[in-house]
C-alpha cells in the first residue's frame, strides 16, 4: 500500500487544532478551529475522492480519539468518509491505550517501523495518515511518507506546532497536482525525489 499524508496547514505552517477550539490545548495554544471558516464545497470534494483510495488508516493517538469520538457515531454507507473510516482496518500508534472500541482498530505499541513497513507491504490502495503530527513527522524522518496532501488555508497563526520543525533532515519533494479552493485554500500534492544534487548530477 501507498502511504499517503493529508495535513491542514496554516501559511506559516502550522498544524495544531484545525478543527475545533478545544482539539488541542497544548502549549497554551487558543487558536484552535482555524481552519473552519475556510471550509467549503470544494475541500469536501477533495478530501471525499482521497478517502475513497483509502484501504486502511494510520494514526497517532489524539487524531485518532478524536476521529473516534465522531464518526463510529455517523452509521451511513452513502458518506464515502464514515463508510472508510468504520470499515476499513485502523492503526493506532500509542504506548498509553490498551483497548480501543472503535471497530476493527489495533493498537501498535514498541517498535512500530517495522509494523508500518509491513503494511506498506501488504497488497491494496493507500495506507493513510490524516494529522497526526508527531506520528507524521516520525514518518516523513524515517522516509516512510510515499505522498503527501497538504492543504494550505489562507490564515496566518504565528505559533502552534508544524509539521516541519526545526532540525528536520534536508528532503526533496516533486510537486505533482495543486488545487485551489472557492474559499483560498490551496492543495499541493508532493511525492518524494531525489536530492537536487543526485537529480542534477543524473542529468
Known amino acids: ?3 499517503t499524508l493529508t495535513t491542514f496547514l496554516s501559511l506559516d505552517g502550522v498544524m495544531q487544532a484545525p478543527g475545533q477550539p478545544d482539539e ?9 478551529g482555524w481552519q473552519i471558516p475556510h471550509g467549503d464545497e470544494d475541500m469536501g470534494t477533495f478530501i471525499g475522492e482521497w478517502f475513497k483510495e483509502a ?14 469520538a465522531h464518526w463510529p457515531n455517523v452509521i451511513d454507507d452513502s458518506d464515502p ?4 473510516l468504520n470499515n476499513c482496518p485502523k492503526y493506532v500508534v500509542s504506548e498509553t491505550l490498551d483497548t480501543a472500541d472503535w471497530a476493527g482498530t ?3 505499541k514498541g517498535d512500530f ?4 513497513i ?3 507491504n501488504e497488497p491494496g490502495n493507500e495506507l493513510q495518515v490524516h494529522g497526526s503530527g508527531a506520528l507524521a513527522r516520525t514518518l516523513i524522518e524515517h522516509g516512510l511518507v510515499d505522498e503527501y ?3 494550505f488555508f489562507p490564515v496566518f497563526l504565528g505559533k502552534g506546532k508544524r509539521l516541519f520543525e526545526n532540525g528536520d533532515r534536508l528532503a526533496t519533494l516533486s510537486l505533482v497536482e495543486t488545487k485551489k479552493t472557492s474559499a483560498g485554500a490551496v492543495v499541493h500534492i508532493y511525492r518524494p525525489a531525489p536530492p537536487a544534487t543526485e537529480a542534477a548530477a543524473a542529468a
Open 1 to 3: 500500500m501507498k502511504l
Open 24 to 32: 488541542d490545548r497544548e502549549g497554551g495554544f487558543e487558536l484552535g
Open 55 to 68: 484501504d486502511a488508516f494510520l494514526f497517532g493517538r489524539k487524531t485518532y480519539q478524536i476521529f473516534a
Open 81 to 84: 468518509i464514515a463508510a472508510k
Open 106 to 108: 489495533t493498537i501498535l
Open 113 to 116: 517501523i517495522e509494523e508500518i
Open 118 to 120: 509491513r503494511l506498506k
Open 149 to 151: 496532501r497538504l492543504m
